[in-house]
């Protein structure tokens, strides 16, 4: 009985863990939501806090080291703070930058903002990678 209770536990511990979120895992669910440029406009707006990178290829996100939030406004303006200190604003829209996938243009150039956009869940990665730049991860907050 003892060794059963002990298989539950560390049964249902183990398929209650979420494990962390690698970039395959990133592409797998945005690609299975089909968002075309109207979801993912509507999806990105709201305020957004930097949670995690990958850099240069690498499949595997470290967390953050910076306080940064942007805000996409419905308007099409945008704002990338740290530590509550605006350090970029300006105008955004969705262009096409990678065969049928979304990017940024933005009038005012930040580097967490560039290359593909990602949505999974409550979450947007903006992956440069694959042009030698980095990979970053906001979390939708309130």
Not at 48 to 72: H, M, R, T
Not at 82 to 109: C, F, H, K, P, Y
Request: charged residues 20%.
């Amino acid at each position: 009985m003892k060794y059963l209770i002990f298989f539950l536990l560390v049964c249902s511990l183990s398929f209650s863990c979420k494990k962390d979120m690698d970039l395959d895992s990133f592409w797998s669910c945005n690609s299975a939501q089909n968002l075309d440029s109207t979801a993912i406009s509507n999806k990105i707006q709201g305020p957004w806090k930097w949670i995690k990178q990958a850099c240069c290829g690498d499949s595997k996100f470290k967390p953050a080291d910076k306080n940064i939030k942007v805000i996409f406004n419905p308007n099409s303006t945008f704002t990338v703070s740290e530590n509550s200190t605006i350090v970029t604003q300006g105008n955004w829209r969705l262009v096409i930058v990678d065969a049928t996938m979304w990017g940024l243009d933005l009038s005012s150039s930040n580097s967490y903002l560039y290359g593909r956009i990602l949505f999974c869940d409550n979450k947007v990665l903006f992956n440069d990678s694959h042009l030698d730049g980095g990979d970053f991860v906001f979390e939708k907050t309130n």
